[in-house]
């Protein structure tokens, strides 16, 4: 993750700071012990190694504020994302969760198709099911009811979608987003990233496109 690769590259470069910091202050002090009484250590010699002996020390200072600032935004993005628990969150992703034989998802489909189609794959990469897919611009929801081809339903977990189109040309389109959501259950932390996770599906907390109160189930 990009905060982790931060945090490693701020703790190599205060370790490197430190290390030029005391060899810097050994050859300082050894000069001063050893120089020629009658022959002193220029002035402005002097002068710009005690000047760069200050740049060192703030540099160091410096890098450890850094690494302060990291883990209070690391830790207010966990404390943010508490919030999300109990909502419908919603995330640019090829997944789907199949729950009590059914799973739901969204795509994005272009301008000018002609022809869609949508395949489910389970997680070893086997196509359990294809299906014709709404050619009508914009978002589309689609909805599978867990049977693969055979019409046997499939247990639940999580599966891929993959959606394609071609054109009155008979040209297929580039990839098309699809988009996942469901509830958001946990939130948890892992080398200074931050996860939602719905079921069994972990999301990045800055790969969550949408936030909004889960849909109540009406009364009677």
């Known amino acids: 993750s990009a905060a982790s690769t931060t945090s490693n590259d701020t703790a190599a470069a205060t ?6 910091f005391d060899n810097f202050l050994l050859m300082l002090t050894t000069q001063l012990q050893h120089q020629d009484p009658l022959s002193p250590t220029d002035a402005t010699e002097f002068t710009n190694q ?12 410096q890098t450890d504020k850094v690494e302060d600032l990291i883990a209070l935004q690391q830790a207010a993005e966990s404390i943010g994302a508490v919030n999300y628990l109990g909502k419908t969150v919603e995330v640019e992703s090829d997944l789907t969760l199949l729950e009590d034989g059914s799973a739901t998802f969204s795509y994005d489909m272009p301008a000018g198709a002609v022809n869609a189609s949508i395949a489910v794959l389970d997680s070893t990469g086997r196509v359990v099911r294809t299906f014709s897919g709404e050619t009508a611009t914009g978002r589309q929801d689609a909805v599978w009811d867990g049977m693969d081809s055979q019409g046997v339903l499939q247990p639940d977990g999580v599966y891929t979608v993959v959606v394609s189109a071609v054109n009155a040309d008979d040209v297929p389109f580039d990839t098309i987003p699809i988009f996942f959501t469901g509830t958001a259950d946990a939130v948890w932390q892992s080398e200074g990233q931050t996860f939602v996770t719905v079921g069994p599906v972990e999301i990045p ?16």
């Not at 370790?15 to 030029?20: A, K, P």
């Not at 005690?50 to 200072?61: A, N, Y």
Request: without cysteine; charged residues 20%.
């Open 15 to 20: 370790q490197s700071l430190t290390e030029n």
């Open 205 to 220: 907390l800055d790969r969550i496109l949408s936030v909004k109160p889960a849909e109540s189930t009406p009364t009677a």
């Open 50 to 61: 005690l000047v760069q002996f200050s740049q060192l020390e703030q540099q160091i200072s």
